[in-house]
């Protein structure tokens, strides 16, 4: 399925969505790797370099999808709490921290919990739960930190999404997300669209035999907040302290607000 330019209304996107990230779980890994010559793995390092992990913490990914962030997020969780044991701090399975991923597509989340299993993770402190970022089956104010990477941009209603975010966080909170932007270096822009409009559709066709899924990927970007506007919808739902960093001339940003 091509899904054009044509706008579509809010369920129809929804069921797009899931129909797009149903298709393309197996071969996320490869596709992301190629279209981003492997920087996304970097994008995400940085991301959760910022996350500021600390021990006893409780973590939400969101959009966790195949478990990039979260992954990351629970081995600097395990490394923290390591060294505060070493430093004589007693934790037990209550004290310790623990990370949630959440995703909407119970087929991103299988692949993840797959992956996890492979790569011999410790996953005592990680739990998959299945839900709808616009409302999440998660307590009020109950997070510390919640992330969400690729994925604000693919939910039907993003301000929802914020505000349940808002909802979630205890206050103190932080709130961050790694998303497509806007570039800003007219030159720059003028690569990277020729980019974006030709060469991923031909690779999601040639790699991933889904050449709509990643047509969708590309006006999915297209249609996503600029910076600026991002940061008022944050401010609006309440979100204070609320700042962005370009990553790659602003190809990613990272967005990060805190509840106060
Ligand atoms: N965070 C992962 C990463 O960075 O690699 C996965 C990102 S993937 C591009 C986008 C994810 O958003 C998919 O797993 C999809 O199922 C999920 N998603 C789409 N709509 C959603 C919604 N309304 N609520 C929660 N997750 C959603």
Known sequence: ASFGYVEVDAREKESLVRGVFERVAPSYDVMNDLMSAGVHRLWKDYFVSKVGV?????????????????????RALQRVEREAELDGQVLDANTRGKVVVSDINPAMLREG?????????NQEQLTWLEGNAEKLPVEDESVDVYTIAFGLRNVTDTRAAIADAYRCLKPGGKYMILEFSHVENEILKQVYDFYSFNVIPKLGELVARDRGSYQ???????KFPPQEKLKSMMRDVGFKHVSHENLTGGMVAVHTGYKT
Request: hydrophobic share 45%; net charge positive.
């Open 54 to 74: 600390f021990a006893g913490m409780t973590h939400l990914d969101v959009a966790g999808g195949t478990g990039d962030i979260a992954f990351r997020v629970l």
């Open 113 to 121: 919990m797959k992956r996890a299993t492979q790569r011999g993770l």
């Open 216 to 222: 969708y990927l590309v006006e999915s970007i297209r």
